[in-house]
């Protein structure tokens, strides 16, 4: 296999995950911000959506999507887990990757595209400012709903470390350095994201 990486919170959503569950591949590291990845070979060999990560198989077949690249090596490498090993951990961190990432993810996100990001960004998509500062207000809501469910636990979805955090994790620390920091009064966040901060996952993917 063969990992296709750039610098951004969706590989390192990937990297962190390999780095935690001790998967070492060759890597290919892509030049996002020289537009690598929006023209050929990337482009047309590897993932036709121009995006980064992408994990090439065995077999030459390629996958894209942080959360099936992510689900497929804990398949392949099922020790430890980060998915589930039962139906009910595996529904519930699916559960959470999909909150996370609509509430919180594709807002911070597409924030930064439409505002500090719009210079990089507004060749290569359609971009809307205007909805730059509202799509910041929405990811602060998402944050705001689940600081207190995560009152009194290790992790987002419980006892376990699993993609939920992962996921979480790398965005908020990518939001963090493009003006949207946590808010201090989320005491239940921050003290998560410091916990996962520490672990050597995340030193070790750091951009």
Do not use: H
């Amino acid at each position: 296999m063969k990992y296709y990486t750039s610098i951004g919170p969706n590989p390192r959503v990937v990297t962190m995950f390999m780095a935690e569950k001790g998967i070492e591949l060759p890597t290919v590291t892509v030049d996002l911000r020289g537009g690598e990845n929006r023209r050929a070979p990337y482009n047309v060999a590897v993932n036709p959506a121009g995006q980064t990560p992408a994990l090439e198989l065995d077999d030459g077949s390629v996958l894209t999507e942080i959360t099936a690249i992510c689900e497929y090596l804990d398949e392949r490498y099922p020790e430890p887990t980060l998915i589930g090993t039962t139906a009910e951990e595996r529904a519930a961190t699916r559960m959470w990757v999909r909150r996370i990432d609509l509430k919180i993810c594709e807002p911070l996100t597409n924030g930064f595209r439409f505002a500090e990001g719009l210079p990089l960004f507004e060749p290569r998509m359609r971009c809307l400012p205007e909805a730059a500062a509202g799509l910041k207000a929405c990811a602060e809501d998402g944050i705001a709903w689940l600081d207190p469910l995560i009152a009194g636990r290790d992790f987002i979805a419980g006892d376990r470390l699993t993609l939920a955090d992962l996921m979480l994790f790398a965005f908020l620390d990518f939001g963090a350095s493009v003006g949207q920091p946590i808010d201090p009064r989320f005491t239940n966040i921050l003290r998560w994201f410091d916990a996962i901060n520490a672990r050597p996952s995340a030193g070790a993917s750091k951009y």
